[in-house]
């Protein structure tokens, strides 16, 4: 691979051609993330939901198909679904940049080291925010109403496998721990610095590694840098004519080293396969040397398969620098569709009958009712009376005609990906078996509508937060006969768990069917209360998720289906996997990092402490 | 719970305009002020239905309903996965082909199924009031209880679980929620019922179905059966009332809890078909009952005579009868998923690995089932209503104290001592006292109520038992366990006291100490009294005043008395527990004591121990201590043959001996009215 040194001067210089631009061009999302991400919510600076009058909501900016429209209905389905009220703000506390800690722990060998090496690095305050955390509701909470107990000491930028060698190995060599950040997204508690760490903490920062290093169009596989993200990736192969089609909900964000490390998974995953399926090799970085294999064949059979050992590792092994991922050309086609069911039930059981015949769609996905009616809260004001109109005949017809009930009927959103013949042969096979569910079409501007809203709905939490409305997500998988208990049991337990608690006013509690499988389903979950009079809201949300992941086990679904364990999982990950497998783990942890340098402490705590210095001892 | 006997301050409900006492409100008063056409054709309002149902996420059926007919719910039974699955088990085992085991399934739900229908249910709960009004003074219920029902009854499927001392119990807890709008419930009832003519199908358009009384080796059936319960407690839309005891109570004591209909309902939930369910216990006490009669001699042995309708019309002589009231006290609904989490040790997730209709219960989970079925009975106790009948039954059987009339103002001392001190140790907090009389005139009124029992002497001012003629061995001894059927109805009350003493009698210990008696009673009359506690240690209750501690002993001793027959008959004819069936070593101990009063009537507390469940329980006593063990052979055919261990029973004997004998040692005096008050 090449890592010259002048990588780091901006690319897309006239002198380079064409093709090199594309592979060398520099992220969308500048090296210093705070000058066009919020610092304390999701997203854009410039993408919020805003008040505009009295009674409107307006999503602001002009990069999502959302900004600029008003939704007049958004403000009257927050009360009723939420019981918020326009008038009663809880705005954010603003911190000043250098009210943000300094770094605590300074290691002076290791500040010459990497100064000598010539690592780009900072230990500016707003840097170090930055990287000092994902976005779980606690995290959020904890920037708009606090501070973290501990952020990264500093924050360095390596720009090539080489560099991340030379880094990792200081590292093991001063005693200082390093967290691994791709793009920040985790949920999971994953980059929060664990706050008994009594040793520097320098966050690897991947973001400036982030080249497409080639790309092998006879075998359709491409080797890229681990820091790039989503749509980067995605943005620069379409100029070529390719795509991965790995599109998680963080696509904006995310990079391709989180999503090895956390086994992502990806909505078009029928298509084109979650993470494992994409990956053919990977170079990861560990304390005691990098772990790759020796060739890129499709499959083998060379004992255990170590990439399984780093696709969910979580920062905690080593730090993955490469990768090598399938490509596929382009779409001729991508055609969006939906489907309107009587009740979620009927539904699950269309999706069911989808997988069992293997003809799902690129995506699929089956919104509850709650959903449904969300969705609708966030169309913009009718642009016409036509519009309106027609909208009357559509809701006459699936209510009056079809008789299904505005308040159980259920919607699927479809995506449908290839040529047009395959795309119409798939689309009509589709909706003949939506027909046997009593499943309607509910055209295709609702699903393009619904696949669109994926990336505003993100933003919504911020809004939640500044009207006392605290929400989170949290997912599963589960086998199909467990699919519809699951869901009911576990949205009315959250809403059991809200009222036992205080909650007085209605409880958000919604689900959606986002991925099918020959044996099973991924599950999505979206809770919301408001928490106002209430002493310590995010407390209280823990123990309500916590409640809600006993249901969603005991009810027979997954830990996690792709977020992950991070810290916020960890007290069930022993009972998930059984002992022998965290001990074997951790076996593998102790012996690729005996010095701990990769001190997350995700998956779970580290033997002998957070710097291992019962370890240590015990070996002298 | 309530604290403190409820005074009957009457005073009429602000909202019913029905008459209120304490807690409870009266439901007759109003029929018998307006008629009961209206009643019945009146439409019902705003009836609950759960809102796990109208989640939208249903697994049961593709269209949501908030009601369904009989023939759906058969409908889903038999097309259930779970039914469909076990039973192509079966055909695959025994070669059986599938379309014959499926009709048999279905055979099987014709006969077991209810039919529902709310006609049925109006016209013949016309002729229910109607009987009612003319038998009882008033039934009573507790109307928090019935708020928090139908808070539970929107929420998740709801089990009523009533205790069973009566026919009339299902009647009259249909009728209750007929008249407070709830949801009406399908009853589990024994196959007894299916057999008389039109009644049997007036109780099956009612809500009732029909299940075997033993039917565990028959797969088929148990698939049919456990499938047609959970289908309701999925739905919903009806609770399902069970009796835990499985019988009616002849001795007026809970029965050891049955757990098969429980264990169906408790899998609904441990896999996860439903998010939750709420246990109902409904305690329900009659001051007379109705069957009060025909018990005694069911104890006696006399069988049962058949249900059957001709035999109803006979019974229509009790329409002209007193019954008194009866009381319904609806506990505070038991959410199971919360029981579980107290109860600890149940972890849902184990069935994940195997596909759901392949249900089984674990072993946490049925250790649970039992704890529960075991809280339920002891909610029914604590809950249950006490006439002031059952405090005076059990002075007048203490001590063999009534026989000979006990005057008057010596049983109103009594009496009025007693109801202090049970209030005081907090234990009897339901007692239907009458404020407004005097402790005489309660005792008068009871002895009007009870005249076949009990009589006031005018001339003397003494209160006699009613006894039959020295000869009739039989009736004698039915009078008897009448009476003492009402003492019963406190025994939960006295027991662990009654267990405490007599473990700390110095005479009874053997030299074993106090913790190994008591823990041996324990397991002795774990079925006689199945409220006992679990607890491995002993209470202290080394404060308690020796004159509770008397009363306590004295109610205990006809128990144990009846231990103690079995002992003997056992150690009197060694080759009885090899030969004999539980029932027929039960029934030789019967045959002992009939003979013993026969030589002996003044033996007072001998006089229970003529009282076969009593002598069958202790029999299952001495199978707990494992003094009994069943020979292998005979666990195989069911009936018959233990090992016996002699030399434990011997002992056991011997703790038994000082227990039984009415002044033990003279340790504690008998009470007396005098020296106390």
Redesign the interface.
């Known amino acids: 691979p090449d890592d010259s040194k002048s990588d780091e001067k901006p690319s897309g210089s006239d002198k380079e051609t064409a093709k090199d631009s594309v592979f060398k061009r520099p992220s969308v999302i500048p090296k210093h993330r705070q000058d066009l991400l919020k610092w304390n919510g999701w997203g854009y600076q410039d993408s919020q939901f805003a008040v505009t009058n009295q009674r409107t909501l307006t999503f602001t900016g002009q990069r999502y198909q959302l900004s600029g429209s008003e939704m007049p209905a958004l403000v009257e389905w927050m009360e009723k679904a939420l019981g918020a009220s326009i008038d009663q703000r809880s705005p954010a506390k603003f911190t000043r940049p250098e009210n943000i800690p300094p770094p605590v722990q300074v290691n002076a060998d290791f500040m010459s080291a990497i100064r000598q090496l010539g690592l780009s690095h900072s230990d500016a305050g707003p840097d170090r925010l930055f990287r000092g955390h994902g976005h779980t509701l606690e995290e959020m909470f904890t920037l708009r109403e606090g501070m973290f107990p501990r952020l990264p000491d500093l924050v360095v930028w390596p720009t090539s496998h080489r560099e991340v060698v030379e880094l990792v190995n200081l590292a093991n060599r001063c005693g200082v721990v390093l967290i691994p950040f791709g793009g920040g997204t985790s949920v999971t508690g994953a980059l929060l610095c664990p706050p008994g760490e009594r040793r520097m903490i320098v966050s690897l920062d991947t973001s400036q590694m982030n080249r497409i290093l080639w790309l092998d169009e006879r075998n359709l596989i491409g080797r890229f840098e681990a820091g790039i993200i989503g749509q980067d990736l995605e943005a620069r192969l379409a100029e070529l004519g390719y795509c991965i089609g790995h599109e998680p909900d963080s696509l904006e964000f995310s990079s391709l080293g989180g999503w090895v490390a956390t086994r992502a998974s990806g909505m078009k995953k029928n298509v084109y396969g979650n993470i494992e399926d994409l990956l053919v090799h990977v170079t990861f970085v560990t304390p005691t040397g990098v772990i790759e294999k020796s060739c890129a064949a499709p499959r083998v059979s060379v004992g255990p398969d170590v990439h399984h050992l780093i696709m969910g590792s979580e920062g905690s092994l080593g730090v993955v620098t490469e990768v090598t991922l399938k490509i596929r050309p382009l779409p001729q086609t991508r055609r969006y569709g939906s489907l309107v069911f ?5 539904g699950v059981r269309c999706l069911r009958e989808l997988a069992l015949r293997r003809c799902a769609p690129a995506s699929v996905r089956l919104m ?2 709650e959903q449904f009616q969300f969705g609708h809260a966030l169309r913009p004001a009718a642009s016409g009376w036509t519009t309106a109109f027609v909208d009357a005949v559509k809701r006459f017809y699936v209510t009056r005609v079809r008789g299904f009930k505005p ?2 009927l ?1 919607v699927a959103t479809l995506l449908y990906e290839g040529t047009p013949e395959e795309v119409a042969q798939q689309e009509a096979l589709v909706n003949s078996i939506a027909a046997n569910h ?1 499943g309607i079409s509910g055209g295709e501007e609702n699903g393009r509508r619904g696949y669109m809203l994926t990336f505003v709905i993100a933003y919504l939490r911020d809004l939640g937060l500044d009207y006392y409305c605290v929400g989170e997500s949290f997912e599963t998988s589960v ?1 199909w ?2 699919v ?6 576990v ?3 959250i809403k ?1 768990e809200c009222r036992s608690r205080g909650v007085t006013q209605p409880v958000l509690s919604t689900c959606r069917v986002t991925q099918t499988y020959d044996a099973g389903a991924c599950v999505y979950f979206y809770f919301a209360y408001n928490y106002r009079g209430l002493p310590d809201p995010v407390h209280l949300y823990e123990e309500v998720e916590n409640a809600a992941r006993d249901e969603i ?4 679904g997954s830990l996690s289906h792709h977020h992950g364990v991070g810290k916020i999982r960890q007290r069930w990950y022993s ?1 998930s996997v059984s002992e022998p497998a965290v001990a074997a783990v951790r076996a593998v942890k102790s012996r690729l990092d005996p010095n701990n340098v990769f001190a997350c402490a995700n998956l779970f705590e580290p033997a002998g402490g957070p710097d291992g210095q019962t370890e240590q001892k015990a070996k002298l | 719970m309530f604290n403190g006997s409820f005074s009957d301050t009457w005073q009429a409900n602000e909202k019913t305009g029905r008459p209120r006492k304490g807690v409870f409100e009266d439901l007759v008063d109003e029929r018998r002020q307006r008629g009961d056409l209206g009643w019945v054709l009146r439409t019902r309002r705003s009836v609950p239905s759960p ?2 149902c109208a ?5 049961a059926s ?3 309903k908030s009601s369904k007919s009989p023939a759906d719910i058969n409908r889903d039974v038999l097309s259930s ?1 779970r039914l469909t699955y076990g039973l192509r088990e079966i055909s695959l085992e025994t070669g059986r082909p599938m379309p014959e085991l499926m009709s048999e399934a279905g055979a099987i739900l014709d006969e077991m199924s209810h039919c529902l229908s709310m006609f049925a249910i109006r016209s013949f709960g016309y002729a229910v009031a109607k009987v009612m009004k003319r038998i009882y003074r008033g039934v009573f219920v507790n109307t928090e209880g019935i708020t928090q029902l139908r808070k539970a009854c929107s929420e998740y499927p709801v089990v009523l679980m009533p205790m069973h001392r009566s026919y009339a119990d299902f009647l009259l807890l249909s009728l209750v929620c007929y008249d407070y709008d709830l949801p009406l419930p399908a009853i589990a009832s024994a196959m007894d019922f299916m057999g008389m003519q039109l009644i049997g199908s007036i109780l099956r358009n009612c809500g009732a179905f029909f299940i075997r009384r033993s039917f565990a080796t028959d797969r088929v059936y148990w698939l049919t059966f456990v499938e047609y319960v959970k289908t309701h407690v999925r739905d919903g839309l009806h609770p399902v009332e069970f009796f835990i005891e499985g019988t009616r109570s002849r001795t007026g004591k809970s029965l050891y809890p049955k757990t098969g209909m429980l264990g169906a309902i408790l899998e609904s939930w441990f896999m ?5 369910v709420y246990l109902v216990p409904v305690s329900i006490s009659y001051d007379r009952t109705l069957e009060q009669k025909l018990y005694a001699y069911e104890l006696l042995g006399v069988p049962k005579p058949k249900e059957s309708t001709s035999g109803l019309l006979k019974a229509r002589a009790l329409l002209d009868e007193d019954f008194g009231s009866v009381h319904f006290y609806f506990d505070q609904p038991i959410s199971l998923r919360k029981f579980a989490t107290e109860y600890g040790g149940v ?3 184990v ?2 690995l195997a ?3 392949k249900a089984q219960l674990t072993d946490a989970e049925t250790r649970m089932l039992k704890a529960m079925a075991h809280h339920v009975v002891s909610r029914h106790c604590l809950n249950a209503v006490v006439s002031p009948f059952c405090l005076l039954a059990a002075l007048l059987l203490a001590d063999g104290r009534a026989c000979r009339p006990v005057p008057l103002t010596e049983l109103a001392a009594d009496l009025e001592w007693l109801r202090l001190r049970l209030a005081d140790v907090g234990s009897l907090a339901s007692l239907d006292w009458p404020a407004q009389l005097s402790t005489e005139a309660v005792i008068a009124e009871q002895c009007r109520l009870h005249s076949d029992l009990v009589t006031l002497l005018t001339k003397d001012q003494a209160v006699a038992l009613v006894t039959a003629p020295d000869s009739d061995l039989e009736a004698r001894a039915a009078q008897r366990l009448q009476l003492s059927s009402y003492r019963n109805h406190i025994m939960c009350h006295v027991i662990e006291l009654a267990l405490y003493d007599a473990a700390t009698l110095k005479s009874s210990d053997g030299g074993l100490g106090a913790a190994a008696v008591f823990d041996t009673l324990r397991h002795l009359l774990h079925r006689e009294f199945p409220t006992i506690s679990d607890a491995e240690e002993m209470p202290d209750m080394a404060d308690a005043l020796p004159r509770l501690r008397n009363f306590a002993r004295a109610c205990l001793r006809p128990s144990l008395a009846g231990c103690s027959q079995v002992c003997s008959v056992l150690l009197e004819q060694p080759e009885l527990a090899a030969q004999s069936s539980e029932r027929h070593i039960a029934m030789a101990a019967q045959k002992r004591a009939f003979a013993n009063l026969v030589s002996n009537p003044s033996l007072w507390d001998d006089w229970e121990s003529v009282s076969l469940d009593l002598l069958v329980n202790a029999v299952h006593g001495l199978h707990r201590l494992r003094i009994l063990t069943k020979s292998r052979g005979a666990a195989a055919t069911g009936d018959g043959g233990s090992s016996c261990d002699f030399e434990r029973l011997r002992r056991l004997h011997l703790i038994l001996d000082p227990l039984t004998r009415t002044q033990p040692d003279g340790v504690h005096e008998v009470p007396s009215t005098r020296s106390r008050l």
């Open positions: 009587a009740d979620f039930a009927s509850d009712n308040d159980e259920a009593g086998p006969d467990r519809l208990d699951l869901c009911r049991n949205k009315l337990r059991e086990l005991a009810n027979g009972r | 809102a796990f989640a939208g996420t249903s697994a593709a269209a949501i996965d996860c078909e439903v998010p939750d972890d849902r997730s069935h994940s596909p759901k209709v």
